[in-house]
């Protein structure tokens, strides 16, 4: 993997988690399933756009069909993710997340034929332990919020990894306008009928944030597709870590969150586990 390649991945972090903490905002004036909607509308403008300006290729029929594949799995994704989001601390979110990249070693290996061996086992190991220690608070006591926080983000990093093997599939045979447009327009189709439903009146500064919403996530989005299209899946997956900083520094800045430390230590168990991954 080529600095530059590795570069692509961080920038694509740093933007995607810019985004969610702009959506975590909005959650907070409107319906979970609007702005779920209004994030996938305004990236799917913004992926029609760049659609527009650099005119690929047509897909082709195994191109369409992976990418149509690939809707429902990013509107679990994302819904997971962000219902994650609205309960529980971004930086606390994004390191549950974390075990996704650990199962993206896993499953390229046996879904992409990438090569595995015990380091990999062993930072499963480390980010289930780490997993552990991150949401034991969150576990004493019934099923609340936080609870159903947390395992809306376990099973979002599920799902993600997921996503991420089947767009390692497309990505090295299909410009990354082409795949951003299909995992935005698609789920914004797919959302509109629930969201009109549920629609609330906006205001021009809503409509700028969700705007600038769509911006971010396009541009990570590529990046991020740039990025796998030239490097092995579980090669990148460690970077996935980086979104920690970005999302401890904004989580504090605009929501006033102020992560458990065992968030951190969860965090630096994982993070050992991935970089026994990146160093096979």
């Known amino acids: 993997m080529t600095a530059g390649t590795a570069l692509r991945a961080v920038l694509g972090i740093a933007l995607l988690t810019a985004m969610d903490a702009v959506i975590k905002g909005q959650m907070q004036h409107h319906p979970f399933i609007v702005a779920l909607f209004m994030r996938f509308a305004a990236g799917g403008l913004c ?11 047509f897909p082709t029929r195994s191109s369409l069909i992976g990418n149509a594949l690939r809707v429902p799995l990013v509107v679990l994704t994302a819904g997971s993710f962000f219902y994650s989001i609205s309960v529980l601390p971004l930086a606390e979110a994004l390191t549950l997340s974390f075990l996704a990249p650990v199962f ?3 499953l390229g290996g046996f879904l992409l034929k990438e090569r595995l061996d015990g380091r990999i ?4 190991g480390f980010g289930l332990l780490g997993m552990l220690v991150m949401v034991w608070p969150r ?3 019934g099923v609340t919020g936080a609870e159903l926080g947390v395992a809306a983000a376990l099973f979002s990093a599920v799902s993600y990894a997921f996503n991420l093997i089947l767009l390692r599939r497309i990505a090295v ?3 990354p306008a082409v795949i951003v447009a299909f995992q935005n327009c698609g789920p914004a189709l797919c959302l509109a009928i629930p969201a009109w439903l549920a629609f609330v009146p906006m205001t021009g500064q809503d409509l700028l944030a969700y705007l600038s919403a769509g911006l971010l996530g396009v541009a990570g989005h590529l990046m991020l597709t740039s990025a796998f299209a030239r490097a092995a899946a579980s090669r990148l997956a460690p970077i996935e870590y980086t979104a920690l900083v970005w999302a401890s520094l904004l989580g504090f800045a605009f929501f006033g969150e102020i992560p458990l430390w065992t968030t951190y230590a969860g965090a630096v168990l994982i993070v050992a586990g991935a970089v026994a991954v990146s160093r096979r």
């Open 121 to 124: 086992f062993q930072a499963l």
């Open 173 to 175: 045979k299909e410009h």
């Open 139 to 141: 576990l004493q006591g």
């Open 47 to 57: 992926a029609l756009i760049v659609l527009a300006v650099v005119r690929p290729k």
């Open 104 to 106: 993206v070693a896993l």
